[in-house]
Structures are given as structure tokens and as C-alpha cells.
């Protein structure tokens, strides 16, 4: 699991790199972090992503 979790973080980390505004990696990445117990991160991802679109149905799931 822990391999999972590196290979989808690294994967994840370069889409935004190509595509910084693919809201879906930003969530992706909060995921990741919420599994981690890493809360800060987790919110600062999902505020990266309302920054691109603040109307994604799946992201104000995660911010309500």
C-alpha cells in the first residue's frame, strides 16, 4: 500500500506540473494526505482546487 501511495503521489505531482489547473490531481493529492492524517496539507490541496474551479461538484463535497 505504502508503494501505492508513493507511485500516486509522484504521478499525481506530475500531472499538476503539466496541467496546474486539473483539479481533480489537486484533489487527489488531498486524498493522499487526508490517509496520511495530514489535515493542513489535505485543505491546502482542496483551496488549490477551488482556486481553479470553485463550482467542481467533487471538490465542494470535500470542503463541506
Known amino acids: 500500500i505504502i508503494w ?4 500516486s503521489l509522484i504521478s ?3 500531472i499538476i506540473s503539466i496541467d496546474p489547473k486539473n483539479v481533480e490531481a ?3 493529492l488531498a486524498v493522499i494526505s487526508d490517509k496520511k492524517d495530514d ?4 485543505f491546502n490541496y482542496l483551496v488549490q482546487g ?6 467542481h461538484p467533487l471538490l465542494l463535497l470535500h470542503l463541506a
Request: glycine fraction near 4%.
Open 26 to 28: 489537486y484533489i487527489g
Open 39 to 42: 489535515y493542513n496539507s489535505y
Open 50 to 55: 477551488f482556486k481553479v474551479n470553485p463550482k
Open 12 to 14: 499525481i505531482q506530475t
Open 4 to 7: 501505492r501511495n508513493i507511485v
